[in-house]
Nanobody
Framework: QVQLAESGGGLVQAGGSLRLSCAAS?????KGWFRQVPGKEREFVAG????????DYADSVKGRFTISRDNAKNTVYLQMSSLKPEDTAVYYC???????????????????WGQGTQVTVSS
């Protein structure tokens, strides 16, 4: 059974930075980050293919967030910079169980999910 464990969330002032990490146990391929605020659907933030060759970002985070991975550590990262209050959410790590995926931006593209970590950006 694959398990994902996020870390690195917290409280930061607007304009600041945070780095989220997600360590996976078991074999996973595509990895991604989603976020959710109360009363809204979970939304895609960033995704990265198994070899790191392809990355996708939501328009709202392009140029501010960077997704990366270390396959030796089975870990994916989300470096968040120039944070805004509207980035406040619970951030979830996700991982896929297929080597090749034509899409990595939808929740249905992922088989495994972490428990989430809270990110709060104060104004």
């Amino acid at each position: 059974q694959v398990q994902l464990a996020e870390s690195g969330g917290g409280l930061v002032q607007a304009g600041g930075s945070l780095r989220l990490s997600c360590a996976a146990s078991g074999l996973t391929f595509t990895k991604g980050w989603f976020r959710q605020v109360p009363g809204k659907e979970r939304e895609f933030v960033a995704g990265i293919s198994w070899n790191g060759a392809r990355t996708d970002y939501a328009d709202s985070v392009k140029g501010r967030f960077t997704i990366s991975r270390d396959n030796a550590k089975n870990t994916v990262y989300l470096q968040m910079s120039s944070l805004k209050p509207e980035d406040t959410a619970v951030y979830y790590c996700a991982a896929g169980d297929k080597v090749f995926q034509t899409r990595q931006t939808g929740a249905d593209d992922y088989a495994y999910w972490g428990q989430g970590t809270q990110v709060t950006v104060s104004s």
